[in-house]
């Protein structure tokens, strides 16, 4: 009798313990998927985080449209500023001498108006242009940085005049491609042809 019931207490015990295996493998299996999860969404958001350097266009286009000022908007400035963010130079400076005519101290259509002529590498007229706007606003940053990049790509570059007015860009408050400053360094320091498109 003894032994029978050993015979069946042995199996009993089997039974059991392959049990335990189970559900403590299952809770193994449970945890490491748990973990994973949490490693994978730990790195993706580090991944998100990480700000993405991309290297613009060049000649660098302005970042955003300035603050709207306080008067109602020119509609011929609004449909020239849609055009110039389309790369429909040639139209949209047809729209901001519309407007100049109108309203010759219109800064804004001044500025975008040489940074349009910029994007058409005809930078010496920029340069006329973008001074005029600068007299309206010496501290307008868009004004500066369009200016120093017109001054660090036209046929005869001046890399001083491009340091001078990104530093007036930087200061108030542009902020410039990393990229570009090298570029004006390596131009000013004669390590870069002038006819060079875009930093290497």
Known sequence: ???????????????????????????EKEFVKRFYLAFV????????????????????KPQTQPPAEKKA???????GFEL????????????????LKEDS?????????????????EFDRAIEELQKALKLDQNYPLTNYALA???ARKAQPEPAKAEEYLAAAKKNGY?????????????KSGKVSPTEQKPS
């Open 175 to 187: 902020q410039v491609p990393v990229w570009f400053e090298q570029y004006v360094s390596r131009l």
């Open 73 to 79: 908007e020119n509609p011929n400035f609004e449909k």
């Open 1 to 27: 009798m003894v032994w029978k019931t050993l015979l069946w207490v042995k199996p009993l015990k089997s039974r059991r313990s392959s049990l335990v295996y189970r559900v403590s493998y299952n809770m």
């Open 41 to 60: 969404s730990m790195v993706l958001s580090l991944i998100v985080s990480i700000p993405i350097v991309a290297e613009e266009p060049f000649p660098p």
């Open 84 to 99: 110039y963010n389309q790369s429909k130079y040639d139209e949209a400076i047809v729209l901001f001498e519309e407007v």
């Open 105 to 121: 101290n219109h800064l804004r259509a001044r500025v975008y108006y040489g940074v349009c002529l910029m994007g058409k590498n």
């Open 149 to 151: 990049v017109s001054y």
